[in-house]
DNA sequence: TCCGAACCTGTAAGAACTGACAGTTATTTC
DNA sequence: GAAATAACTGTCAGTTCTTACAGGTTCGGA
């Protein structure tokens, strides 16, 4: 297969400035290489329990509209897939085991009737719970096809970080989050204690402070934080990565 | 270059079950693909603000002296871009403007002392935190070898999934993280709304149950969770997972 | 039919947090 | 030298959480 205009992707996805840009690129490389359709579903959480769902297909609009109506991604296994891995699936490696087994089988047997005999699902993870999946299909299931299916999953795979790095570029400029505080040393300390669950006063006897000067951190933090009370304070910390392991 | 035993690499990622096979898998591809050293490292979040660190690496003794000598870890690109991205890095392409410029220059300086002239890193991320990369350094910077980096990217980057895939199953066979506990809807639901900092008594009246119940609720979900009050509840649940947005 | 799981509710005392009062000290920056 | 920032400390009233007491209903599986 020809993998010369791989460089030229990349650089179109970079330079892709709206979703529709995207969706041309990834059309365009899809097709090149060979493949009936793609699509690109991205979760980017917003808040603790809601996330933005961005999806960028070329899949027939018939099995789109049967996927919406049967609430297929409870049972869609690239789905799941993506959720717990990090390495790529082709679509023949499916297990029909398991409790959803039957579901799943009736689900990629429907899919077929709209055209997707074969495929590949490749997952992108980025920090904070991100996650997003390229698949890609094709019309045949020979030998053959799932041959160069497995051939061109490095290249996909790649493609498939270039084009979640500019979905995550646009939506961010767009400013979906809103942006984290900069917390001070001690804020953080105090904040980090509070989350393993210690009082005021346990968190003074920790940091050597008075357990007022422990209140008096909690509070700063807790309006940089633009909320009320410290569960809220912790859960806005952890979501927003203020807490997490520094490195080294 | 010859990819033809990339699938090979990817089964014997899949059989390693320890991370001295890992190393020899590592070893091997990286030498094939003409490669002088290799450093696969990660960061598997164990609890709030901690993380295992794993480094299995072929790099020069005299390097990774000096690398832990100066704490070059605050410093090394390579552990800046993985963490902000989702995309490969080839290291011509690393900035040294910015404020910490000429730290980088005299890093990267320092590196090719020991034979690392040129090299690319491929970041993988997974879900709740977790962040991997793959090191491959080049002893030449030839416009050659800047090339051949380059076309091997995407098989390095998929055989990195696959060996962050076997680090992870085996790190999580030693159990360094405890299993998260079920919850039941109503003590995720309780535990949610705590997060987003209501109060019982709020619980209540969104939910339509009485302000004890709710307590009830999160004394329940607390016992799971082995933790003593909310704010704890709240930090363990989050990092745990269990209250983020369900695929719907 | 009995059991467990999930769900629901009440009272009450003491511990912990929140918000508003009112400050001090040290360091850095303009 | 003034201003800003980070760190520190105290009291007090009111609110919320925590723990321990003692119950009830509903539903599905053994």
Chains 1, 2 share one sequence.
């Not at 160069?148 to 989050?177: D, G, K, N, W």
């Not at 804020?187 to 669950?197: D, F, P, V, Y």
Request: proline share 4%; with cysteine.
């Amino acid at each position: 297969m020809d993998f010369s205009k791989h460089p030229q992707y990349i650089e179109s996805f970079q330079r892709a400035d709206s979703i529709e840009e995207i969706h041309a690129v990834c059309g365009e490389l899809a097709g090149d290489l060979g493949f009936g359709g793609f699509l690109y579903g991205a979760r980017l959480p917003t808040s603790l329990a809601d996330a933005a769902t961005i999806i960028i297909t070329s899949y027939p609009e018939g099995w789109r509209e049967r996927y919406e109506e049967k609430r297929y991604i409870h049972v869609d296994p690239t789905i799941t897939h993506t959720h717990n891995n990090v390495t790529p699936l082709t679509w023949d490696r499916i297990s029909y085991s398991g409790k959803n087994g039957e579901k799943i089988r009736q689900f990629m047997n429907e899919a077929t009737e709209f055209g997707l005999h074969a495929g590949a699902t490749l997952p992108v993870h980025s920090g904070q719970g991100e996650a997003a999946m390229l698949n890609v299909f094709s019309d045949s299931s020979s030998n053959k096809e799932q041959q160069r299916i497995l051939s061109s999953l490095p290249h996909l795979q790649m493609l498939a970080t270039y084009a979640h790095e500019s979905v995550r570029r646009i939506i961010e400029i767009r400013e979906i989050a809103p942006a984290a505080p900069v917390l001070t040393t001690r804020e953080r300390e105090c904040l980090l204690w509070t989350a393993e669950g210690k009082t005021s006063w346990e968190i003074g006897q920790i940091l050597g402070i008075s357990e007022r000067t422990v209140i008096f951190h909690l509070q700063n933090a807790g309006d940089k934080l633009n909320v009320s009370n410290r569960r809220h304070a912790v859960a806005r910390a952890i979501s927003m990565g203020l807490l997490a392991p520094h490195i080294a």
